[in-house]
């Protein structure tokens, strides 16, 4: 029944665009004098584990429009006499938001199980997406359930301030209605509205979140982040002070050439850094640089908004380390830029390859105010060679890890975000063969592309 749990298609290609914009024109003239939430324009993010492969989009609008109705046929669930339920975080204050999403998230999804299905929601108005961003869940139940509601009423009704709750039927017209629920006392439907077909959303709420809460293109908005969390997380002023120091020195022309090398976990990234340092006589850096390693483990239990600010200021205080060091001698970087956004984009884009946005496309782009690297290398291994590998280590893993450990799928949409990086992009190396070929192979691409004496 999951399976098929497939409203749109989400490649997002430039045709459905098109379409989306006119729907976009026929919204803006419906949804005056509707209040806000109407007007939301909803993605649900594709979540294989739980059987949904591609994410899915509907808006809803008062009764009196012309655009087609979502079908209740189209949304099984409901057609075969299951439930759903949306709740989106309305808190403005970015940092709480972020914070309350994670802490709901875990909550929705280990007190409602037996059939159930929680997925990440993401909803904008079109007429300002990156202003409008929400976070949220739908909640699915394949099961007829009539608690469900309330029992979602009873653990949502702490929050209530902060979020909105929603309830989806199918009306007796075949159509879907989206119905608001105020949270106060029993709680009670507040007003109804219909769900509408949306194709493939551009932008899409997907892409916007990234932009807004994951990926930072330029220091300003990473800081700016750390600045707001400053007064609930104390090590994020540290950071900044680092940084601050870091780049009272910053010397912007390079002497020396400096080469990064990036990859998926013990793919044999410090092995063969260590070789190079030795082989080139090279400084070797290391991303998030030594000096904010101390706070690593609290920002990488925060959400992604802040634990992702962590690391894009961290790629700039290595940065002006990079700059001093390559006044004196090649610079080789255990990770930097590329990591932080592969991770970033593999982790917020659900479902698989397919699902990422297409080539080119902005996100894969460098930050225009980060220093840049003159090679890129992504070390790529097999599976099962991978997998020998950290298991040979020993060593403790992360949550992250273990992700990748365990979900092939995320682990080919992170190395294939690496190689739709741009500017610089990166060379990719076979590192499956052993310690001395690899180091001899990545050799010889440093000499060729970099002005250096063999
Ligand atoms: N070419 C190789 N052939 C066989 N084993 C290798 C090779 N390169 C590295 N290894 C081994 O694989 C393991 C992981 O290597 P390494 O720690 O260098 O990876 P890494 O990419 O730096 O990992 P991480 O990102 O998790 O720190 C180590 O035990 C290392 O000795
Ligand atoms: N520039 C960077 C460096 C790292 N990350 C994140 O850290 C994780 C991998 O680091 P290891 O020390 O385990 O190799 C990975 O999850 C990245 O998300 C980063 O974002 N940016």
């Not at 665009?17 to 803006?28: D, G, P, T």
């Not at 850096?285 to 894009?312: G, H, M, N, Q, V």
Request: aromatic share 8%; net charge neutral.
């Amino acid at each position: 029944m999951w399976s098929s749990f497939r409203l749109h298609s989400h490649s997002l290609c430039k045709r459905q665009a098109a379409r989306f914009k006119a729907l976009l024109v026929n919204m803006s003239s419906l949804n005056q004098g509707c209040e806000n939430w109407r007007s939301r324009l909803f993605a649900v993010d594709a979540n294989t584990s739980l059987g949904i492969p591609d994410p899915f989009y509907f808006t809803c609008a008062n009764s009196s429009h012309h655009l087609p109705s979502l079908n209740a046929q189209e949304w099984p669930v409901l057609a075969q006499g299951g439930s759903a339920h949306s709740v989106c975080i309305t808190t403005p204050q970015r940092i709480s938001a972020a914070r309350l999403q994670k802490a709901l998230g875990q909550k929705l999804t280990q007190e409602v199980q037996g059939g159930c299905k929680v997925l990440r929601l993401l909803s904008y108005q079109p007429q300002d997406p990156y202003g409008s961003l929400q976070g949220g869940f739908l909640v699915l139940n394949a099961l007829s359930c009539p608690s469900i509601q309330a029992k979602l009423q009873d653990l949502l009704g702490e929050y209530k301030q902060h979020i909105r709750f929603c309830s989806y039927q199918a009306g007796t017209e075949g159509g879907i209605w989206q119905c608001l629920w105020d949270l106060n006392g029993e709680g009670k439907e507040i007003e109804r509205c219909r769900v509408l077909k949306v194709e493939v959303p551009d932008p899409s709420p997907l892409v916007v979140n990234i932009k807004k809460s994951a990926l930072f293109y330029k220091l300003e908005a990473a800081c700016s982040v750390l600045q707001e969390c400053s007064t609930i997380i104390p090590e994020a002023s540290e950071v900044l002070k680092l940084l601050k120091d870091a780049r009272k020195t910053v010397n912007s022309e390079k002497k020396f050439p400096v080469i990064v090398i990036e990859g998926l976990d013990a793919t044999g990234k410090s092995t063969l850094t260590e070789s190079l340092k030795y082989s080139l006589r090279a400084e070797l850096l290391k991303s998030p640089p030594e000096c904010i390693s101390p706070w690593r483990k609290t920002f990488d239990t925060e959400p992604t908004l802040l634990r992702r600010a962590y690391y894009a200021v961290g790629n700039y205080i290595g940065a002006a380390q990079i700059a001093e060091a390559a006044q004196m001698s090649t610079v080789i970087v255990d990770r930097y830029w590329h990591s932080t956004a592969a991770y970033s984009i593999g982790t917020e884009i659900g479902g698989g390859v397919p699902n990422l946005p297409e080539y080119h496309h902005e996100i894969y782009q460098w930050p225009s105010d980060l220093l840049k690297p003159d090679l890129v290398i992504l070390l790529t291994v097999s599976d099962e060679e991978r997998l020998v590998r950290i298991r040979k280590r020993g060593l403790a893993e992360t949550v992250e890890e273990k992700e990748l450990e365990s979900n092939r799928m995320f682990r080919q949409k992170i190395e294939e975000a690496y190689m739709r990086m741009e500017n610089p992009g990166c060379i990719v190396v076979d590192a499956s063969a052993s310690k001395e070929t690899v180091l001899q192979h990545v050799l010889s691409i440093i000499y060729r592309h970099c002005a250096l004496a063999l």
